[in-house]
DNA sequence: TTGAAAGCGCTAACAG
DNA sequence: CTGTTAGCGCTTTCAA
């Protein structure tokens, strides 16, 4: 019970065949005849052996497993972990996921972790592109001779030693912005939350900031009270539909929000409060992750097309793998900005808002 | 540059010693003087060098890894994959995560592919506490005497072959509801969502009938209308927010929100709306997470001690693997259930809802 | 202080 | 088809 591990040696006295034919048999070597195989494999099975992939790999020279390398546990990371799963899956590879929380200290230990264990390759997501634990970081890779596919795009597109795929902000707030001045909107309000702690604010300067570009680019005026800056992390949306509510019809038309919190938040709000979208008032969102409900999401939005993305970069990290792309330089894959229209709605509309008594657990069952 | 990997062979070629001694610089063995150690280190950094942990591993027989097996992505796992990462950065053990995304087939997998890394432990966060791939994940670990500790509790306590951290919902909710009632509140609304699908569907069916059985257990009676069973995934906090303010005055005076977001909503809704929350109507809330917010959270609330689980899960953890705890007996480590009082409020309430346009990008900036 | 050599558990090339 | 043997890259005695 408390013993040693037990190792192929193991295995092999309690069977009476060499060391190799159980390694063989375990491996389900063609060559060993069924009977001796089942056997050997019972046997291991009854000792409780484990095979050691740390011998095996390093024996064969290969780990068969991919790192992944996140800045956090956001949602925004599910559609690409799912991808990554999936596919590795298939592939007979396993996955280690590591998150820095945004630490670059942190981030930097990890990918050196990786490449000291030898995955075979990394999909990075990095909090920044560049500063010395960045360039390190690179340098280590590329000295394990580790291939890696990064999850974004680097601002200024010099010649990088590493492939990325990404989607470009200023291209995706164009393609909302043109869509709803095709759709005939003129005064247009913005939603957003410049003020929040992090990632998220940082991105909503970003975002922003391109957007008063690009509405001055179309010679398109934006009123100060149309920017509708909210503070609140996560519900701010429903002060925007009480802010609007409260407004008297010289208003925006539409409200681009620039991001999914904010968008459906607002939706929400207006629903509530008894403003009709989009009869009184259009919403577009911004980076809406949840991609199953395409179509059935009742929100029209500048989609964010991480699962996609996600796909994308680990396709071509096994390209690489498999040698099918051994010594291509560096590729950028740029994901095509795209708008999907709130479609059917969802089954949240159809019913009422609140479920009634009656499907109880069975009465039944409480006797007991 | 497109060579193969180096190894320490390489290091004691360039610089003339013999191998061991350059594995012993590497590790800051003291035996090495050291201007030599200097001589190696750099040596190995200019050849490009990476250590192999594969083969070190095999060598001393420790992979200082942990593997950490989680159902999801969710916020939930946040602070305790912080108090993983905190505790073994120190212990300079390097984590490894999985998450099997409510499948038993995936978490079987990554199990299997911890034990056969042989990791030094695992936490892990089960998907069910039964049936052949739970029984058979728990076999392959013990052969492979690998250290187990549980996130969360199996419901029938039986002698079990792991250690397990977690808390009792039962007596989370009974926390709560005897809080309100010594608050003085007779009549109490539930906020609930009992149909999600999912893992928080099935969470909000367990509360809900918990929940029943003590209002019944203290004689209280519980209003069909006074459940808010709602259907929206996100935003349901509002839609109860709204059916209370259209209702009159004999209405509860508390609602117990089952969980976070309902909680958050509905504090949300109602200051929206204008009901007064806590004068007209109180609200506690259940699981909610925010731990860093703690105290400056403007909602009162029956804590998710996430951090804290977590944190006794990797302290037990490592005192196994530490031989400080070898052959304890597999113990059961309950959180004691707390509620948090909602404290002096946070940055959000003491300003305006809406961030004003002042701190814009500098002008001078613009200019170029 | 450093060199020599054994070995971690397994794979794979080569015989037989 | 199975036994033999040589590593994989490193750590760790044991000598010198």
Not at 58 to 70: K, S
Not at 111 to 139: D, K, M, N, T
Request: aromatic share 8%.
């Amino acid at each position: 019970m408390n013993g040693k591990r037990m190792t192929i040696l193991d295995v092999a006295r309690e069977t009476g065949v060499y060391y190799s034919t159980v390694s063989r048999a375990l491996r389900n070597d063609r060559r060993i005849p069924e009977p001796t195989r089942l056997r050997i494999r019972l046997a291991a099975r009854r000792l409780g052996y484990v095979p050691n992939r740390v011998a095996r790999s390093l024996a064969h020279g290969a780990t068969h497993t991919i790192g992944i390398m996140l800045t956090d546990m956001q949602s925004y990371f599910v559609a690409p972990m799912d991808e990554f799963q999936n596919f590795s899956d298939r592939s007979n590879y396993t996955l280690s996921v590591h998150f820095c929380s945004w630490d670059q200290r942190r981030e930097r230990k990890g990918l050196q972790h990786f490449a000291e264990g030898r995955v075979e390759g990394v999909i990075w997501a990095p909090v920044q592109w560049e500063g010395p634990e960045f360039v390190q970081s690179i340098a280590d890779l590329q000295a394990a001779r580790i291939p890696v596919v990064m999850l974004g795009l680097q601002r200024d597109q010099q010649s990088v030693p590493f492939h990325q795929v990404g989607a470009k902000p200023a291209d995706k707030l164009a393609l909302g912005l043109d869509y709803l001045l095709g759709r005939g909107h003129r005064r247009i309000g913005i939603a957003t939350a410049t003020n929040l702690n992090g990632q998220r604010g940082r991105l909503h300067v970003e975002r922003l900031a391109l957007l008063r570009g690009l509405f001055e680019a179309r010679g398109l005026p934006l009123l100060a009270d149309d920017i509708f800056n909210v503070v609140d992390e996560d519900y701010g949306g429903f002060d925007i539909a009480a802010e609007l509510s409260r407004r008297a019809p010289p208003r925006p038309t539409a409200i681009f929000a620039l991001d999914d919190f904010l968008a459906r938040g607002l939706m929400k709000g207006l629903r509530v409060l008894g403003l009709k979208a989009p009869e009184e008032i259009s919403v577009l969102g911004f980076d809406v992750v949840g991609d199953e409900a395409a179509g059935r999401w009742p929100l029209t939005s500048v989609w964010l097309e991480s699962r996609r993305m996600g796909e994308l970069a680990v396709k071509q990290l096994f390209k690489i793998i498999r040698r099918e792309a051994a010594n291509t330089p560096p590729q950028t894959i740029i994901v095509p900005p795209r708008i999907v229209e709130g479609g059917s709605v969802g089954k949240n509309e159809t019913n009422s808002l609140f479920l009634k008594e009656s499907h109880d657990t069975d009465p039944a069952k409480t006797s007991s």
